[in-house]
Every structure is written in C-alpha cells, then in structure tokens.
C-alpha cells in the first residue's frame, strides 16, 4: 500500500547515498542491569542515526532556563520508562514464555544516542540484539539484514541506526509495519494520517515534540507551528500530530531565505534535522518556542537572543521508542491469542444429475490456501506454502494454543462395507460443510492421505465424491505435500541399513569394522552421539575410542543380527503381488549373502503408524530409535538406534510431521495427515493433525475424522490404540451405512468392483434391507462398548427408496442410535447434511462413559481374545505355532503391555471376506504376530491377511490420463 499523492508529496524520499560491504558484527544485549534518562544518561550533541531522520538532544524556549534541565521533560521521561516497565512486567506475569527482543541495525560507529537508547532498553526490560554493519555497507547488504529480522518471530522492534545518507525510501519501507517501532514506513504514515493510531507507531520524535510543548503549557490550540527541515516521515507526522491538536502548520522545508512574515507569525518553530547552513532567522515572536529535534548546533543569534539550550528531545524520544517497542510486543502476544474465526465459504450450485468428481473439483475455484489460513486464525509464520492450495502447519501452533479450549471431537466410522467403500471421507465432508458453511459452526475434518495404490488400483481416491470434496481433488489423491514418499525413503533407508550391516559384520574383523565405524578424522576418532547412546545401552560408559577393550569392541560393532527373524520389509506405494515373496542379495558382490523378503504396501510402514500417532519431533525421534527390526542371535532385540539410523530417519521425516492444510468444495478447512491401511495398520489420522485442529475450532466448534472401514476395524483401534496414544476422547461416533451395503449383508449377490450391480441394489427391497440391518445393528453395539453416543448417517443413493430410507433410520434408532438420519450431500454438497449436523451437535452435548476393550497389562493372548469374542463375535481364537512363539519372544523382550492392532479383513467381522452379516461361533485363526515397538502396538494377523495388495484385471489407471496442452489430469475417481 502506498500513501495518497498529496501525502507522497509531503514524504518524498530522503536522499540516496551509495553504501557497501556486509554485516560483521552481532551484539546481543540482555535486558539486566543498566541506566538511562536525565539521570542516567550522558547526553551530548550527537549524529542521530536513528531511522526517524531525526533525534539530537537540544530544546529551545522562548524563557530562559537554568542547566539543570527542565523538571517537566524529566518526570515525562521518567513516567514513560515506568510505564513501560511496568508493562512487561504484567505481560510476562501472564504469559511467563513472553520475551520482548529489540534489533537494532547500526552502520558506523556508536554513539552516544545508540547508547541511549540501549540502556533504555535494558532498563524496562527489553533484550536487544545489535547488528554492527560497516559504515560503508551496501543498500541490498541493509535491507537483507532488515529481512532477516522482519521475518525472525523474536524480533518485536525494528530500530535503523544509520548514517542520513542511508535514509532513503527503500530501505526504511523495508521495515515490517508491525515492528516499524520508529515509524518511518510509508505504510505507517500513511495510517497515522488516516488516523488508524492502534495499527502504527507514532514516530517516537514527533511524540516527543508533541509530549515536551504539552509539559510546558504550550497549548498548540490556534498556534502556528513553522516546521523547517527535510519533507519526510517525522515532519508529516509532526504536521498531522499538530494539526489534530488545533494548530496551524507552516512547512518552507529547508529554504535559504525563509520568509519573515512566517518566522514572525510562528509561536513555535521545530528544527527536525540539522543544516548548518539554515536556520531560523531573527524576527522570532517574544516568547515563542524553537525546538530543535536535529544535532546541528543552533545559531548564536537565537542564544544571544535569550534562549537556552536543554537536553530533551534526545532521551524522551528514546523512551517513546522503547515505549513503541513494548507496545509492538503487546500487539504480538494479543497476536498470538486464539482468533475468532472470520470464514468465507464458498456458494455451490449442484447439478443435475452430478457431474463426475473431477468435473466437480475443477468447477469449483478454491482459495488461496494462505487467505484460508488467515481466516481461521493461523498466523503467517505458520504455514510452509506448497503452491497456491495447500501449505504444511507448523507444530508451533499447538504451542501456541496450548491454552484454548478443545473443541467437540467426533469419529466417523462405517458399518462393515462393500468392495466399493460406502462413503465415510464423503460423510465426513459433508458433515464439516453442513456445519460450517451452513450452521455457523467450526468444524475440521481431518483425513488420511490416500495410498497411490487404491488411487491407480480398484477403489479409486479418497477425497470424497460429488459435492463433498477436498480439492483439488488431483493434488489430494497423488503426491500431495510428499509424506508418503518420505516415509518410503525413511522405511527403505532402514531396510537397507540392515543388510548392509550383516554384510559388513559378515565379510570384516572386530578391528575392521572399528576403524570404519569410527574413523579418524583429520587426526581425532570420535564416536557420533548415537554411538555413544549406543555404547551406554550396553552398559560401557566410555567417550574416548581408543579406550575401549577388545572385548568391549566386540559388543560394539557386533550386532549379529539372526536373519530369520528380520521382521523389517521393503516398502512401496504401489499395488504390486509380485513383490509379495523376493530374494535379495543374489549379486556376485554381495559374496552369497541373499535371503528371502517381501515388499509391503508404504502405508504399512511402521513410520506410517509412528507418523499418525506421534505428539511431536521430540516423541517421533524416540519412537523410530524404538522401532526393532529383528532379533540378535541371542534372542535380544534389535533397533533403529543400534544400527545408527534414527537421527536420518528423522530429518527424512521432519517435515512429513507436520499436517497439511487443505480445504472442502465450500471453503472449509481440512487437515490431511497421515495414512495407515484400518485392516493392516491402525487405520486413523494423525493425533497431532486432531489435536491442532481441536485448538483451532475452539470451544464449542467440532473436529470430525475419519476411522478406516468398519467399525470393528478402524472405530476398535482409535479407541484401543489413538486414544490411548493422544489421551483424546470423542464426543460422538457417526456411523456411516448404505442401503446397498445392508442388501449385501441381509443375502444379496456379491458386489465386485468394476463389474455392475444386480437389480437387488437398485430396485427395492425391504427384507434384504432389514435382514442386513443386523450388521448395523452389530456396528452400534461395537461403538456403546466404548461408553460413546453414536448418529447413524445413511449415505442416501438416488436408487434407494423412501421406505428403505425410513426403515434403515427406525431401526437404527431402535438399536440405541441417538439418532438416524438420510444424507444426501453427494448431490447437495453441506446442504444435504444439515440434518445430519444438527444431530451430531446434540449428541456431542450427550454424556459419554469411555473405557477401552481391555486393559494393558492383560496377557497378550488375552487382549487378542478379548478382542475377538466382544468386538468380532467370535467364539474363540487360534494361534498358530509361529503366533505362539512370537508371543513368547515379545513377552521375554518386555513387549508385553502394548495395545493390539489387528491386522483382519475388512469384508467381514470375522476372518472370512464372504462371511456378511453378522457371523457368530467362528474360531479366529492368528496366522502370525508381529511388533511395531515404535509405533506402539503388537499387530496379529488373522487369516491370510496381505500387507501388499495387488491389481486386480483393470485396475482404475487404465481411465487416468494427461492431456498434454493443459496439463489437466482426466479420469481419477
């Protein structure tokens, strides 16, 4: 923003001057112990420096005073340091984290008001860091350095202490409004003359002028002020300060010949910057004022004419520049408190019959991602931009609202589903849009990142359907912000750190392998931290290599590593069976040490498990130090920290931490974090992405995410293994049904992907209906295990009649649903679902009675079981030998107290796909038993459970194309 024409006339730039050479110096200054002020102060003719253009210490008066300085200025200086301090003072009492910092940029020498204005500083408070720059630096070496600060979040205020030369137009508008303490931006006069006074600064020497003629009874009220000096940012704000207090401003500007009529009609007269050359010439009115606010020494007419010469203007003006600072930090904390959220939706105008989800997403024009952001009171540093539609959140967010009230938190799950899925990401969105964009209320959905492999495989994408979307729809289904690419090159770096280690411990002696692990460099061995921790685990307190004993070595380098239980696999996100059984290790250079592996899908990952249910960097370092690979030959586990791995999977993954900001086809807000498979993994989102969305909403507002499949599937492990992990409880479960899926489960014909659906799911029919009401009925069940009240949304379908709608929502409500309600946001967008809110709303105020399944410190088999009969409705389980053994090898290792994640079909509530309803007095058979130490959890596998899915005859990519000229992408679902 500019100022008017007429107001950059008055505030033309300062004159440019060349300068050069970088920054050589920092001085950072802590806010104890020192002096300043009248008192305090040596206060002296001095260069000013300041970025004001203006700042000497000498005050004339029309009456002559004695040296002892006037009692007036002094209390004013004195009252303005106490404010201030004060100030601070009662900010850090309620916010203790807060710490006002004070930059100063200085080109040239120090000088006394450099000085001055530093132990000010220290005196209220304020901490400064001092930036020394050569005089003859460059104009792009200053402002890079006011960049630096501009965007340093410490950094409340931003003082200039250059040489007047260097005042010019684009260096002082480099300046940040909000830390232009000095105010010298255009931007910050140009509010000051609108009279927006609680969004700038006053220019600290101007208010100083303003502050000296009030303390010495100098009303200004039809006075004439003849202002002689530069037309730049001080002598607009002297002219606006003036005026508003009923004076009458003549500005000659620097003239060689003033005009006597106006020396003679001036009751006061301020010089705002030195010219030896010019001054006021005789003809002064008896009793006027002259304040000269420049270092140039005044001429000896005026003195001879019987006025003396005062200290300040110089120390006032820098007690009103420390007063700006504070006043700039108070701004900041107001800044950081919660906002009120201030959201744009966007209008929808559904069609008939609806367009495909592509046709859909591109209709619509998102919002810049960072006016989104605003506009539910993120702050700009917290966003990491990626493109115009989607920007990683900054974990610094939930510091920052670590006091706000969390929101209401309500789970969407689903009775058991179709091959199809049956719309949970859609039920979720259209909840979040019927909630925001129609009932005014906050809502977050928080949704897993699709897997490519479903995206190019039989289900398609994830972003929801019809006008109940993420978009753009194409950036959500494939790479997005990256995550899961990082979490594949941190899985695979692992794998590969493992059978790089047994190769080496394989092929080299204990001294060999010593002297490359710890290697000399330029003269010095020294064990990186890990190896030290390392070295500590195996009970050797020894920093110094060459200290070590044979033996000591030998524990060191060895990790022996039994190959047979390496539990650590190779990952990819893609759909590929063929990668389900391989043999590694078959080149001639890797001298016959293969073995035999397998590939599974990234989602699988156990980074991916750690990803979601991480709270921080800190807790997501120590989970993947934790994560155990295998065993050593002597039964002992093995570690990511043991193999050295940890600190470079973290930085792999320092960024995929952070949950990715993206919004629905109304213009609500979404989070997309994490995602693990529900039928083999956990199946949530992340508890960071819920726990930062929960601040955000604020009290009274709603997060809604998403659990994985069925309820006995995702719904049981958010429960069991998130909740446990965030320490969160819901508020409602949403359990999402079709008329289609009851159909199946009440005796229809299979459904299979691709292929069309028999007339029974498109004609009525109430008996396959109410008989596959039983599942429904079961998946309720499910929920009120856990002590949560739970709203049946019945994903509408335009083949499903009235009385199927009427008879799903009765017997819901017959089985112990809060409510039932028809959905038909698919084709209405959040309209649609305004039922469905107003009921999950009412539910959310319903008191709720947690508990989980089973308590940890069960037997392992036991929390299996447990699991299996009141969760599955099954009658017993099975273990296999190998299950058994794991068992035992996990109990030995102290794994014993962790949560179960069972690894199950999602088709059915037993271990067989083809087994609908709800089957009963089956055995569920435990195929094997696997740890995901870091993650946190012992993860079963029943049946014959794949974690790598494979193609089916035509998977979806044969309808994903490109078109070359407008790079649009066609046929993603």
């Known amino acids: 923003m500019r100022l008017s024409a007429v107001l950059r006339s008055a505030s033309r730039s300062f004159p440019s001057a060349a300068v050069s050479r970088p920054r050589f110096g920092l001085r950072a200054l802590r806010s104890e112990g020192g002096s300043a002020g009248p008192g305090g102060c040596s206060v002296r003719e001095a260069s000013s420096g300041s970025g004001t253009g203006a700042a000497g210490p000498a005050m004339l008066f029309g009456k002559r005073r004695d040296h002892n300085g006037s009692p007036g200025h002094e209390a004013a200086f004195r009252e303005i340091i106490q404010k201030s301090k004060e100030e601070i003072t009662s900010l850090q009492k309620h916010h203790p984290s807060f710490k006002p910092v004070l930059a100063i940029i200085e080109a040239g020498e120090d000088d006394s008001l450099l000085e001055m204005n530093k132990d000010i500083a220290a005196k209220i408070g304020l901490n400064v860091i001092h930036i020394c720059l050569p005089v003859e630096c460059t104009e792009d070496e200053i402002i890079d350095e006011i960049l630096k600060l501009n965007e340093d979040p410490k950094v409340h205020g931003l003082v200039l202490h250059l040489p007047p030369a260097s005042h010019y137009s684009k260096v002082l508008n480099t300046v940040k409004l909000e830390k232009d303490v000095d105010g010298v931006t255009d931007l910050n006069v ?7 006074v609680n969004e700038c600064f006053v220019p600290p020497v101007a208010s100083a002028v303003i502050e000296l003629l009030g303390r010495h009874e100098a009303s200004l009220e039809g006075k004439t002020v003849l202002i002689v000096g530069e037309s730049g940012p001080l002598e607009v704000a002297l002219q606006c300060l003036i005026q508003r207090k009923g004076g009458v401003v003549l500005s000659p500007g620097w003239k060689a010949d ?19 050359e010019v001054m006021p010439p005789k003809g002064l009115r008896p009793g006027s004022i002259v304040i000269n606010c420049a270092p140039a020494m005044v001429s000896e007419e005026l003195q001879d004419g019987g006025i003396s010469l005062e200290a300040g203007v110089g120390p006032l003006a820098a007690a009103l520049r420390m007063q700006n600072a504070v006043m700039s930090g108070r701004r900041w904390v107001k800044h950081q408190q919660y906002k009120q959220w201030h959201l744009r939706c966007l209008k929808l105008q559904p069609l008939s019959p609806v367009p495909s989800d592509i046709e859909i997403s591109r209709g619509q024009t998102p919002k810049a991602i960072d006016q989104l952001a605003k506009e539910i009171g993120l702050l700009a540093d917290e966003l990491e931009m990626y493109g115009r539609t989607k920007a990683k959140v900054r974990l610094s967010l939930l510091e920052r609202l670590k006091e706000q009230p969390d929101g209401k938190y309500v789970l969407v799950a ?11 990401s859609t039920v979720t969105i259209g909840l979040v849009q019927a909630l925001t964009a ?19 495989g039989v289900k398609g994408g994830a972003a929801g359907g019809g006008y109940a979307q993420v978009i753009p729809m194409e950036e959500f289904n494939l790479h997005l912000t990256g995550d899961i690419h990082a979490i594949t090159a941190a899985n695979n770096l692992l794998a590969a750190a493992i059978d790089a280690r047994m190769f080496h411990e394989a092929s080299q002696t204990d001294k060999a392998l010593y002297n490359r692990l710890v290697p000399s460099v330029n003269g010095v061995r020294m064990f990186s931290s890990i190896q030290v921790a390392r070295l500590q685990r195996l009970g050797i307190n020894k920093t110094d290599p060459s200290t070590l004993t044979p033996e000591e070595i030998n524990l060191f380098v060895r990790l022996d590593i039994d190959p047979s239980t390496i539990s650590w696999q190779r990952v990819l996100d893609t759909n590929d069976r063929f990668l389900r059984k391989i043999t590694v290790g078959q080149a001639s250079t890797e001298k016959g040490h293969a073995r035999q592996t397998h590939f599974d899908i990234a989602v699988a990952s156990e980074i991916m498990a750690i990803l979601a249910l991480t709270d921080g960097l800190a807790d997501m370092k120590d989970r993947l130090g934790r994560m155990v690979v295998g065993s050593d030959k002597k039964g002992q586990p093995v570690t990511a920290d043991d193999l050295g791995v940890t600190g470079a999977l973290a930085v792999l993954m320092k960024d995929a931490i952070k949950p990715t900001l993206m919004q629905t086809l109304e213009g ?9 498979f529900a ?6 989102s ?11 909403v604020g009290e009274g507002g709603f997060v809604v995410t998403e659990a994985g499949f069925g309820a006995d599937i995702g719904m049981e492990k958010f429960f069991n293994i998130k909740c446990r992990a965030s320490g969160l409880r819901p508020n409602v479960v949403v359990l999402v049904a079709t008329v289609r899926a009851l159909k199946m489960h009440g005796g229809g014909p299979n459904v299979t992907a691709g292929a069309p659906l028999s007339k029974e799911y498109t004609e009525e029919n109430l008996t396959l209906v109410e008989d596959g009401c039983s599942n429904l009925k079961k998946q309720i069940q499910i929920a009120h295990l856990f002590g949560v009240p739970v709203v049946v949304a019945l994903n509408v379908f335009k083949t499903d009649s009235t009385a199927e709608i009427d008879l799903v929502c009765r017997i819901a409500k017959d089985s112990g649903a809060f409510d039932a309600v028809p959905c038909h946001h698919w084709s209405r967008g959040g309209r649609g679902s305004i039922e469905l809110a107003k009921a999950v709303k009412e539910a959310a105020n319903q008191q709720i009675n947690f508990e989980f399944t089973y308590d940890l410190q069960m037997p392992i088999v036991e929390k299996i079981r447990t699991i299996a009969q009141r969760v599955y409705g099954a009658k017993d389980i099975e273990l296999s030998p190998e299950a058994q053994a794991k068992i035992d090898c996990y109990n030995k290792q102290g794994f014993g107290a962790l949560p179960i994640c069972m690894a199950k079909t999602h088709l059915s509530l037993s271990h067989q796909p083809d087994k609908k309803g709800v089957p009963s007095g089956f055995i569920l058979p435990i195929r094997d038993v696997r740890a995901s130490i870091g993650a946190g959890f012992i993860y079963p596998l029943v049946g014959t459970m794949s974690t790598m899915p494979g193609l089916p005859t035509r998977p979806c990519f044969y309808d994903i194309d490109l078109d ?10």
Do not use: Y
């Open 190 to 196: 140009g509010r000051l003359v609108r009279g927006n």
């Open 258 to 276: 003033i005009p006597q009529k106006q020396v003679q009609q001036a009751d006061v007269v301020v010089l705002t910057s030195g010219n030896p």
């Open 414 to 424: 689903g009775i058991t589903p179709t091959p199809l899925g049956e719309g949970k």
């Open 438 to 456: 129609h009932l005014k209320s906050n809502s977050f959905a928080c949704l897993r990142q699709p897997s490519q492999g479903p995206t190019f």
């Open 668 to 676: 609500t807000p979404v989070f997309v974090h994490a995602g693990p």
């Open 679 to 684: 039928n083999i993994a956990h199946g949530n």
């Open 686 to 696: 992340s508890v960071l992405a819920d726990k930062i969305a929960l601040k955000v």
């Open 964 to 973: 070359p000229d407008t790079e649009e992408i066609t046929g993603l679902f």
